[in-house]
């Protein structure tokens, strides 16, 4: 019997907490922003990614160039293989793997170059994305504003998403 009573006590206390949570939870405004959707629509995300892409060109067009050159070869040997001599294979397969290994070595700096580049580019947006949600949510008042991608559901009228947009777009 002593037991029943402690778990009745027990379940009335944790009901208790629970409905104060909620009304605390009620007392909140909450907004949601899809982020993913804001990197897509404004257009310093298009500027950025033109400006990297004028940037890097010229390494680009030198990877292309070695990748035709490989191709080339590779051609070459499958063509003219059977009419070439051991010597002749022997020099081209060097200079085959020769150009191979500059091109992974170019490749990988270029990977890493770009990479860093477009991090560096992309957190400087990321900062104006933060800056124009705390403008709106102090604006609007809101408590607490989540990713879109971390909320199973939200009400159409919670999504700042076009506001941040807006509000981001206008700072070209």
């Known amino acids: 019997m002593n037991k029943l009573i402690k778990s009745i006590a027990i379940a009335t206390a944790a009901s208790g907490f629970l ?9 909140q405004k909450i907004a949601v922003v899809n982020f993913q959707e804001v990197m897509g629509k ?3 995300t298009a500027v950025v990614m033109k400006s990297l892409e004028e940037e890097f060109k010229d390494e680009k067009a030198v990877l ?10 590779q051609e070459k040997k499958k063509r003219d293989g059977s009419l070439m001599s051991a010597k002749e ?8 793997g020769s150009l ?11 990977q890493q170059d770009t990479g860093a580049r477009k991090n560096e580019e992309t957190n400087k947006i990321i900062a104006l994305v933060r ?7 102090a604006k609007g008042d809101y408590d607490l504003v989540l990713e879109q991608s ?12 076009a506001e941040v947009v807006k509000q981001v777009s206008k700072l070209n």
Do not use: R, W
């Open 150 to 161: 971390a909320v199973v559901y939200a009400k159409p009228d919670s999504t700042i998403t």
């Open 64 to 73: 292309a160039q070695l990748e035709q050159d490989i191709k080339y070869l």
């Open 131 to 137: 800056q124009a949600i705390d403008n709106i949510a």
């Open 19 to 27: 409905l104060a949570n909620s009304a605390m939870a009620a007392d």
């Open 89 to 96: 294979i022997a020099d081209l397969d060097e200079k085959m």
């Open 100 to 110: 191979f290994q500059d091109y992974q070595t170019k490749g990988k700096a270029f």
């Open 42 to 44: 404004i257009p310093q």
